[in-house]
């Protein structure tokens, strides 16, 4: 591609928006209005690719060349000539190059990290500067990180929904816990509880990777199948989901299948504003199948001693669940 049939005006915003990019502090809100920019006109995308490979060649040069090619290409005068878009670009890539930037590894053109978080109860849709869109359930929290060779999500707490774009050329993999879970062309949530991680997949397929030991085939998933990971049996168990289980917790129902008391616990308290605490620490592995809503915890606490041996109580801003043999503390 060459810069001369690109509008010079649209080259000096691309080159705007390779610095703001990369910039640490750049915030959410910058991803989305670049999106929104490059989606306008094909030729945004294009101006943008182009100087992120002018951005490449001058990190390839040494610093004397860097600064020879940058002040060939836009001395004080360079603003009354015609080739102004090129002066402009290589200006501000240049600067940015010998002000420290380089060691961002410009190689791989990697942007700064995105962080993205909800709050608890509520659910949030973002997307990722790929196109891959992201729903996060209540109290999630997530960390985007993408270059030209690969991209990665990492998902520290809660749940969140992936539609990938695809791209067979640059990978994209959510690390959960324990786990890798490497995207074939697919949708799928990943529910996080600590290092117990559940994955379901909607449509395509997943790879499943213990992240201590990528060298085997991993495990492969495919639509309409659930994979759980439980650090107490460092095991990774497979059974049968479909699409309106998978995305349930989107309508208000959290769903869960022979799980631990404490698991379900911490996943309420991800859409509970007062949290609910287990007491007596051997209730913790008591299991749990069935539906909760999330407009409704607190009736699903009522009936909760008709099918687990604990009693309930309000105390100090919190629920507290203990042993129904035990004798009542207030």
């Not at 945004?44 to 100087?51: D, G, P, T, V």
């Not at 998978?246 to 007062?274: G, H, K, M």
Request: glycine share 6%; no cysteine; proline share 3%.
């Amino acid at each position: 591609m060459m810069a001369e049939t690109l509008n010079e005006q649209t080259l000096h915003a691309a080159a705007d928006w390779w610095v703001r990019l990369r910039d640490p502090a750049a915030a959410e809100q910058t991803i989305e209005q670049w999106l929104a920019w490059t989606s306008a006109d094909a030729s945004h995308l294009r101006a943008f690719e182009w100087i992120t490979e002018l951005a490449e060649r001058l990190g390839t040069l040494g610093e004397v060349t860097r600064a020879q090619l940058v002040a060939e290409f836009a001395p004080v005068e360079a603003v009354r000539r015609r080739w102004l878009p090129l002066a402009a670009a290589a200006a501000l890539v240049g600067v940015v190059l010998m002000s420290g930037y380089a060691a961002w590894t410009l190689r791989n053109t990697e942007l700064a990290p995105q962080v993205y978080s909800s709050e608890v109860a509520a659910r949030r849709d973002i997307t990722l500067v790929d196109g891959t869109t992201v729903t996060l359930g209540g109290a999630t929290r997530l960390t985007a990180q993408f270059s030209r060779d690969h991209r990665q999500v990492e998902l520290a707490r809660g749940e969140a929904f992936f539609q990938v774009a695809h791209n067979a050329q640059r990978p994209f993999v959510v690390n959960a816990g324990k786990l890798a879970i490497h995207d074939v062309g697919t949708a799928f949530d990943v529910r996080r509880t600590g290092d117990h991680v559940t994955i379901s997949v909607t449509d395509g397929r997943v790879r499943i990777f213990n992240r201590a030991d990528r060298t085997g085939d991993g495990l492969e998933a495919v639509a309409g199948q659930r994979v759980s990971y439980d650090p107490g049996r460092a095991a990774l168990s497979v059974s049968s989901t479909d699409l309106a289980r998978a995305t349930a917790w989107q309508s208000d129902r959290l769903e869960f299948d022979n799980e631990s008391l404490a698991v379900v616990v911490a996943n309420i308290n991800r859409y509970r504003v007062r949290p609910v605490r287990i007491e007596d620490a051997h209730l913790e592995s008591l299991t749990f199948t069935g539906t909760v809503k999330t407009d409704a915890i607190d009736d699903w606490l009522h009936a909760l001693p008709q099918v687990l041996p604990v009693q309930v109580r309000d105390a100090a801003g919190q629920t507290i669940l203990s042993d129904a043999g035990s004798t009542s503390r207030r």
